[in-house]
């Protein structure tokens, strides 16, 4: 599923009407959960398992640092995180993949790559700053610390693309020390934190070091 066709590519509401007098709020939460659901199930469903991305290009959006290669995350798990600040269902995932990020600062044996993407083209270098802004006013207003990448000209997209298909945001990418392909998650669902952090886990277990 592509943002350019479907309402998810819409921004959320600054506010949301308050619902009628006599529904519980019971029925509310598991009438979202049930819309999660049901939306995971549109999106394609991909293991990628086996495979590996041929290029891998990042720079730095939100903050100062060094553009990340390919050649770099060699010998760590890499979660590559492709969502935008336009994308509800990565407003959701956010936060998780904010913690996962955290968890893992100060271990150098993972990395946690959170790519902020235009979404409907490729990004082009003139569109950055307008990203940059729309990515840090989130953050700010989600009070969210995370290092966010920018991919220009979707250039490690089209990688992911040749490698596993891209089928709409968010999508998020597990990689083994390898550089071996071993999940990908496209969509958000409650619970896929959770699976991801366990991966991470195993991976890094299974890895001896």
């Known amino acids: 599923m592509s943002p350019e066709s479907s ?10 009407p308050a619902p009628r007098a006599g529904i519980p709020w ?20 991909h293991t990628g398992a086996g495979k590996k991305l041929a290029s891998l290009s990042l720079e730095p959006l939100t ?25 509800p269902p990565c407003r959701m995932e956010l936060p998780h993949i904010a913690e996962l990020a955290s968890h893992y600062a100060g271990d150098g044996r993972c990395r946690v790559l959170a790519v902020s993407c235009g979404g409907r083209e490729p990004d082009p270098v003139s569109s950055l700053p307008k990203l940059k802004k729309q990515t840090n006013e989130l953050l700010s207003a989600m009070d969210i610390k995370l290092a ?14 040749d490698a596993v298909s891209f089928g709409g945001y968010p999508t998020t ?22 699976e991801m952090a366990r ?10 070091t």
Do not use: M
């Open 7 to 16: 309402d998810l590519s819409q921004p959320i509401p600054a506010s949301t």
């Open 26 to 45: 019971l029925w509310l939460v598991l009438a979202a959960a049930a819309g999660l659901l049901l939306l995971r199930s549109l999106w394609p469903t």
């Open 63 to 87: 903050f100062s640092g060094e553009r990340v290669a390919l050649d770099d995350l060699k010998g760590k798990v890499v979660v590559l995180n492709f969502w935008g600040p336009w994308c």
């Open 148 to 161: 966010v990448y920018a991919d220009p000209e979707a250039r490690t997209r089209r990688a992911v693309n």
């Open 173 to 194: 990418l597990l990689l083994d020390p390898h550089g071996v392909i071993q999940k990908v998650w496209t969509g958000y669902a409650p619970g896929d934190e959770e």
């Open 199 to 208: 991966l991470v886990a195993s991976l890094l277990e299974g890895a001896g």
